[in-house]
Nanobody, 114 residues
Framework: QVQVQESGGGLVQAGGSLRLSCAAS????????MGWYRQAPGKERELVAS???????AYADSVKGRFTISRDNAKNMIYLQMNRLKAEDTAVYYC????????WGQGTQVTVSS
């Protein structure tokens, strides 16, 4: 049984910062990638950042230079450091792991006030 749980969301003023955490438990076979998605009201879910087991990182253009994804293998955690937040970053943020199937957390709300 694989479980994924996000935390760290909240309300922040534009220009501020938040750090999201994702805790994963259970046995994941053939782990291929880990990442953060977000879904804003009225929008499609989009990939924000991803990191491979080997450390290869990719970001959406909209967050490059502002967000940083990282991983702590010993703690089975991944993180998303979000800086210089904008109102358009407001969304539910989801942690996702890809193994032999896809595993999703329940999401954590990030609201950026302008």
């Amino acid at each position: 049984q694989v479980q994924v749980q996000e935390s760290g969301g909240g309300l922040v003023q534009a220009g501020g910062s938040l750090r999201l955490s994702c805790a994963a438990s259970g046995r994941i076979f053939r782990l291929l990638a880990m990442g953060w998605y977000r879904q804003a009201p009225g929008k499609e879910r989009e990939l924000v950042a991803s990191i491979s087991p080997g450390g290869t990182i990719a970001y959406a253009d909209s967050v490059k230079g502002r967000f940083t994804i990282s991983r702590d293998n010993a703690k089975n955690m991944i993180y998303l450091q979000m800086n210089r937040l904008k109102a358009e970053d407001t969304a539910v943020y989801y942690c996702q792991l890809t193994g032999r199937s896809d595993y999703w957390g329940q999401g954590t709300q990030v609201t950026v006030s302008s």
